[in-house]
Nanobody, 123 residues
Framework: QVQLVESGGGLVQAGASLRLSCVAS????????MAWFRQAPGKEREFVAN????????NSADSVKGRFTISRDNARNTVYLQMNSLKPEDTAVYYC????????????????WGQGTQVTVSS
């Protein structure tokens, strides 16, 4: 069982930065690929970025490429999402997700989810 707790969301102006954190309660964090998804009001939950177990491979959605960076610290059981140059369209609830071993971009392939953290970007 993996428990995930996100933090770091908030209300910011367009162009600002935020760093989201997700702490995992699990014996061997490095067994899990991690990802961030987001869900805006009235929309489906969408992929943002993922990272493999060692942190050596990442993928991100085209909409955030060059602005968002995913990273992890296996010693701290934590995955991060650094978000720069935020836009109003980035407004959403951001969810951390974990999957055993292989990273994917498919929402339904992640078994473990956090409760989400709200990010609101004003224009």
């Amino acid at each position: 069982q993996v428990q995930l707790v996100e933090s770091g969301g908030g209300l910011v102006q367009a162009g600002a930065s935020l760093r989201l954190s997700c702490v995992a309660s699990v014996r061997t964090f490095s067994n899990y690929a991690m990802a961030w998804f987001r869900q805006a009001p009235g929309k489906e939950r969408e992929f943002v970025a993922n990272i493999n177990w060692s942190g050596t491979s990442t993928n991100s959605a085209d909409s955030v490429k060059g602005r968002f960076t995913i990273s992890r610290d296996n010693a701290r059981n934590t995955v991060y999402l650094q978000m720069n140059s935020l836009k109003p369209e980035d407004t959403a609830v951001y969810y951390c997700a974990a999957r055993f071993l292989r990273a994917t971009m498919t929402r339904d392939e992640y078994a473990y989810w956090g409760q989400g953290t709200q990010v609101t970007v004003s224009s």
